[in-house]
């Protein structure tokens, strides 16, 4: 449990420092970030370690919230976005189907623009519509 904890404070102190990096670099105040909502996880460290799902996706789940843990310190509002959901979600604050535009997008910005890229795209278009609730995860 101790190794757990000293891993899950690196976490948090990686986060501080990297966003503080990001907030320095960035050109334009930045307000929110959007994070992939996290799968439920047992209550306990005991009950994640006995668990085969709950280990392989402990340590996303916990590096996702150490990042919302610090942007929230920071003042910016976090998105938790469904990744099955995301581009619907996009679509509907656009008002009209997100595809064209990711794809003008990625013309625009030129190679390598890959799946990942128009995934994040869509999220932060969909946070720019509505508030997602922070995940109770744990």
């Given at each position: 449990m101790a190794l757990v904890e000293r891993v899950r404070a690196s976490a948090a102190r990686g986060a501080r420092e990297s966003l503080e990096a990001l907030a320095a670099a960035v050109p334009v105040p930045i307000a929110s970030i959007a994070i992939r909502a996290c799968p439920a996880l047992p209550p306990t460290i005991e009950e994640r370690i006995a668990d085969n799902r709950a280990q392989t996706v402990a340590d996303s789940v916990m590096y996702r919230e150490?990042?919302?843990?610090?942007?929230?310190?920071?003042?910016?509002?976090?998105?938790?976005?469904?990744?099955?959901?995301?581009?619907?979600?996009?679509?509907?604050?656009?008002?009209?189907?997100?595809?064209?535009?990711?794809?003008?997008?990625?013309?625009?910005?030129?190679?390598?623009?890959?799946?990942?890229?128009?995934?994040?795209?869509?999220?932060?278009?969909?946070?720019?519509?509505?508030?997602?609730?922070?995940?109770?995860?744990?």
């Amino acid at each position: 449990m101790a190794l757990v904890e000293r891993v899950r404070a690196s976490a948090a102190r990686g986060a501080r420092e990297s966003l503080e990096a990001l907030a320095a670099a960035v050109p334009v105040p930045i307000a929110s970030i959007a994070i992939r909502a996290c799968p439920a996880l047992p209550p306990t460290i005991e009950e994640r370690i006995a668990d085969n799902r709950a280990q392989t996706v402990a340590d996303s789940v916990m590096y996702r919230e150490a990042i919302a843990t610090a942007a929230e310190a920071r003042g910016w509002f976090v998105h938790w976005y469904d990744r099955e959901r995301v581009f619907r979600d996009a679509a509907a604050v656009l008002g009209r189907d997100v595809d064209a535009l990711l794809y003008a997008m990625g013309r625009a910005i030129g190679p390598p623009w890959q799946a990942k890229h128009k995934l994040a795209a869509a999220a932060a278009l969909a946070a720019t519509g509505r508030a997602a609730p922070r995940p109770t995860a744990g």
